[in-house]
């Protein structure tokens, strides 16, 4: 067991820091980059941290409701990020010194780090181990780490897919939307996706083999494209963006359809959320709309990391990355979720090993 970093050689450590809290939509001036010290070693006394160099970092559209303030009896509280302390999603990194019994330097492990160039993590349980290098690192920030996961957990656990059913997947070249829409594949279903750009609707027709895709910017009419790409109504629809698409996806379920009510991405930013006018349809239709948190199915990542890593060698499951480098990057990338700006997974590159 390693851990004698009081005498460890020091090293810079650049972070992302909140500057405010936020309320509407976030700008990269909510956040600045700060240079800081850090120790290349874990303290001496500590008995079970693990200090991480973070190669990749995940940009997740959660981590916006954590940048506002919340109120005591509010959905988060306790989960805002701190003015002024480093902003905390999960990440890819190496180990480089630990007192953790199942963790050594050099091994290489995503879960829960700072956005940041090393972390001291005090809970390391929060880290796995990463078990298929062969495969890209960057990937265990999507499709092998905790989007993948969403997207396994929502469509196989909560939408509980049949053989030939009708998916709807919004927000679908996106890191869960990408994933989603191809377990749905795999599953033997049909499956239109929409997304925000016309780049992105080509993307999921060639890349993800999706049947069909709209692009909702520019159709006027979500009634209409709806009723046009399944016209038969939707088995399954795989919410990523709530709102005006999930009240008229609503009007379109089928006989003992299923609403994963995964995000709610066109919500996040707005202090007045929007209602709901379609929810009576769901009775004659008997239609379970049932939302879910990824936290609760950590406890299946093991059996999953093997089924999406052999989908991926088999070419089941192709990945697209948006990677930007360095951590001056970050804030911008993390803002660029709520317009749409990236395409497929966001994530930023800090250091390749
Ligand atoms: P992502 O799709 O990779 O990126 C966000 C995308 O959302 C953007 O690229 C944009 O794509 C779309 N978007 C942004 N603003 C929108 C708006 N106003 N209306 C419609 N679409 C909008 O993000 P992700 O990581 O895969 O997350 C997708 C959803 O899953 C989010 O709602 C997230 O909160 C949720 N999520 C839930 C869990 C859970 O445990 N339940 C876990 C992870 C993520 P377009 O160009 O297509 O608009």
């Known amino acids: ?113 700072g956005w940041e ?9 929060s880290l796995f181990k990463i078990n298929h290098t062969e495969l890209p690192l960057s990937y265990y920030t999507g499709v092998l780490g905790m989007a993948g996961l969403t997207a396994y957990a929502g469509f196989m656990e909560v939408g509980r897919p049949k053989r030939g059913d009708f998916v709807f997947v919004s927000a679908a070249s996106g890191a869960v939307g990408q994933v989603a829409g191809q377990l749905a594949k795999i599953a033997g279903c049909y499956v239109v996706g929409s997304a925000g750009s016309d780049e992105k609707v080509d993307l999921l027709k060639t890349k993800f083999g999706f049947n069909d895709a709209f692009n909702y910017k520019s159709e006027t009419n979500l009634t209409a494209v709806l009723k046009r790409c399944l016209p038969d109504g939707i088995d399954i629809y795989f919410d990523n963006v709530g709102g005006a698409t999930l009240d008229t996806a609503l009007l379109h379920m089928r006989q003992g359809g299923r609403v994963v009510v995964c995000g709610m991405i066109s919500q996040y930013n707005l202090e007045e959320p929007d209602g709901l006018r379609n929810m009576f349809y769901i009775i004659p239709k008997a239609v379970r709309v049932e939302g879910f948190n990824v936290g609760g199915y950590f406890h299946m990542y093991s059996r999953f990391e093997e089924e999406m890593a052999g989908y991926i060698k088999e070419e089941k499951v192709v990945v697209v990355e948006d990677v930007v480098e360095g951590i001056e990057s970050a804030p911008a990338a993390l803002i660029g979720l709520f317009s749409g700006r990236n395409v497929g997974k966001q994530l930023v590159a800090l250091a390749r090993e």
């Open 117 to 125: 160039e090393y972390t001291l993590v005090t809970q390391p349980e």
């Open 1 to 113: 067991m390693a851990g004698g970093g009081d005498d460890a050689a020091a090293a810079r450590n650049k972070m992302v820091v909140p500057k405010r809290h936020v309320t509407g939509f976030p700008t990269e001036e909510d956040m600045e980059v700060v240079v800081g010290t850090v120790r290349l070693g874990v303290p001496a006394g500590s008995t079970s941290a693990v200090l991480v160099k973070n190669l990749y970092l995940s940009c997740d559209p959660w981590m916006r409701g954590r940048m506002s303030r919340h109120d005591e009896g509010a959905t988060a509280p306790g989960l805002d990020f701190v003015i002024g302390e480093t902003m905390v999603n999960y990440g890819v990194g190496k180990v480089i010194d630990s007192t953790h019994a199942e963790l050594t330097a050099g091994d290489l492990v995503w879960g829960m780090s």
